[in-house]
């Protein structure tokens, strides 16, 4: 299942220049590239002459050549040359995808193009902005993307996969948890009151003592997390919203569905502390980076169990209201997706 009206993360921005890439994203093979202004170009990674990627072909210019006939694509898709020949068909194009480049990623409208409205790009500011430190990252997971979107949220999973880096057990035992359920949206809010600091938290905060540590999850459909988390010292009012003499941190997580049973996963960590100091952002990068890759391999193996018990039953736990709240939601738009693409066919 594929919600297609929407901005997706395609490619981190670094991760684009004059050199095509190659990337899968819905089931659909797209090439992506930059013109030599730098702007980003998506086509279809597929030559209309004789379906060649044209990810395997170079740029002139801002022309994509393919690399089998030397046929050349402008950046409107049409075909701008055909080596030894003046006259050049009508279908001779390749489809074009809307790109927008924003917060260091490379976002792609997967939909009609008539509706593609860069305003609904999801907020992720905290990227760019210069009073956040901040480092993304890109992860490849061999899983469906909505158990990525499970996972997080539904943060007790700290105490157990994580309980060496973000995670212990007062996380599972002792969060006082609100699900807030909009039309479109799912904010989860955990809090952890005059509990011990997990070990991540201890090594960029310098936490001796208890916490009160919250954990607000803000889902957006289809696949996008924010992460507002962090910790002071108990008693000093951060339940009451003053959050000082502590850390806080925003983890960022876009989705991108590149098959059913597998997915593209871009993330970033920004925090509010020492923002200007590389070797904090870097710390606090590597720590998360290796609770992700806790998940990663929990996703993947989740997955394979899907496939050789062929989807089993399950059962729910009250942990899963907002897992449940934003399945619910992504049922609801794909269901209103497929009945308006079924007007629109009639
Ligand atoms: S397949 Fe691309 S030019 Fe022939
Ligand atoms: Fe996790």
Redo the contacts with the bound molecule.
Sequence with gaps: MFLRNYWYVAASDAEIGRSPLGRMILGEPIVLFRTEQGAPVAFEDR?A????PLSMGKLVGDALQ??????RFGVDGRCVRIPGQEHIPNGARVRTYPVVERYHWIWIWMGDPALADPATITDFHWLDDPKWGAKSSYLHVEANWQLVVDNLLDLTHLAFVHDSTIGNMALAEHAKVKVDRGPNSVVVTRWIIDQEAPPTFKKVGGFSGNVDRWQIVDFAPPAFLRLDVGATPTGTGAPEGKRVGGIGMRNLNAITPETETTSHYFWGQAHDFDINDPATTEKIFEQIRAAFLQDVEVFSAQQRNLKLFANPAQIDIAADAGVIAARRILGRLYDQERAAARVAAE
Excluded: A, D, F
């Design positions: 030559c002459h004789r379906h060649l393919c690399h089998y006939h030397g046929l």
